[in-house]
């Protein structure tokens, strides 16, 4: 049974900080690609960064030398670091695993509210 705790969300001023973590359980952790997306009210969700199997990382332009993913195998967790927050990065932050072998599997965190103030 997989499960996800997700959490770190909350209301920061811009120009703050914040760290998100997403904590999974019932995977072989290790041999999944751990993504962060977010959506904004009214909008698409957006793939944030992402940190592979193997250990690469990639960005989204928007937060590109902001926000940076980093996981931890031994505390099956993942982490996304948000510096200089914006009003623009205000929204609900998901946890996502994506095993992109066969057989492939994709699960969700709950979502956790980020919300920038001006």
Known sequence: QLRFMESGGGLVQAGGSLRLSCAASGISFSIYDMNWYRQAPGKQRELVAVVTSGGSTNYADSVKGRFTIAR???????????????????????????????????????????????
Do not use: F, I
């Open 72 to 118: 931890d195998n031994a505390k099956n967790t993942v982490y996304l670091q948000m510096h200089s927050l914006k009003p623009e990065d205000t929204a609900v932050y998901y946890c996502n695993a994506h095993r992109a072998r066969w057989p492939y599997e994709d699960y969700w965190g709950q979502g956790t509210q980020v919300t920038v103030s001006s």
